[in-house]
């Protein structure tokens, strides 16, 4: 199916309920990003930009680069990361990290946000990347952002479904707007509109 909801055909499928071994591990903790996440935060996102088709980025970060994203995330858009501490408890290692944007820079825009999510591929299926999307949403209802907007290549199940599953409702899709790895991609757009606290 090609129709507008037919890029959001997976959402309907039922869900598998979660068994234990499903579950986040105990030892993630979510936490704001530091200066110090920066290596482990770009090796989890330039993996997707050079390799797949979950973000329609094409230009990895390097150290530099990195760095200014960062810089750019100023208070009202936060970034947070999902940290497994080691064994011994002496480092905790980013397993995930998640983001607020600007949606876009015209000012009747500013109390309306774009999300990322990236969970590490070791760590996927495990209910990660939903405390991180959750932790966003409290954020961004802290900030007093009055909405959320997620853009998601149309295939990419996993983040429809984790959007869903976080209150995103399916507003449309785009039919190839985006051209990566060799062929064109439809991006599906979800929101959240969010409750004032
Ligand atoms: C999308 C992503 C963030 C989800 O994080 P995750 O920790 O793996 O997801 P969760 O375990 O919290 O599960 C989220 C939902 O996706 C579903 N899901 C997970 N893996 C799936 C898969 N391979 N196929 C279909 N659905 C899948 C889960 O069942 C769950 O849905 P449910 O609540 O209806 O059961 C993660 O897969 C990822 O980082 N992918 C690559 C980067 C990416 O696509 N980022 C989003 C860009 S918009």
Not at 92 to 119: H, I, M, N, Q, W
Not at 176 to 192: N, P, T
Request: charged share 25%.
């Amino acid at each position: 199916m090609r129709g507008a909801g037919g890029s959001f055909a997976s959402l309907k499928s039922g869900s598998t309920p979660r068994s234990p071994d499903d579950r986040p591990p105990g030892r993630v903790a979510l936490r704001a990003a530091r200066e110090a996440d920066l290596e482990q935060i770009a090796a989890i996102w330039n993996y997707e930009v050079l390799c797949t088709d979950a973000t329609t980025d094409t230009e990895p970060r390097d150290a530099a680069a990195q760095r200014e994203w960062f810089a750019r995330h100023t208070a009202r858009y936060p970034i947070v990361v999902a940290a497994l501490a080691t064994p011994d408890a002496t480092r905790d290692d980013v397993v995930a990290y998640g983001s607020l944007s600007p949606y876009r820079a015209k000012p009747a825009f500013a109390r309306t946000v774009e999300d990322s999510v990236y969970v590490a591929r070791d760590h996927r299926g495990h209910g990660v990347g939903g405390l991180v999307l959750a932790e966003l949403i409290r954020r961004a209802r802290h900030l007093e952002h009055h909405s959320i907007v997620a853009r998601i290549t149309a295939q990419n199940a996993p983040s429809l479904r984790l959007h869903a599953a976080h209150g995103f409702q399916p507003v449309g899709v785009e039919r190839e707007s985006a051209y990566k790895l060799g062929r064109w991609h439809d991006v599906a757009i979800m929101q959240r509109r969010l409750d004032p606290l």
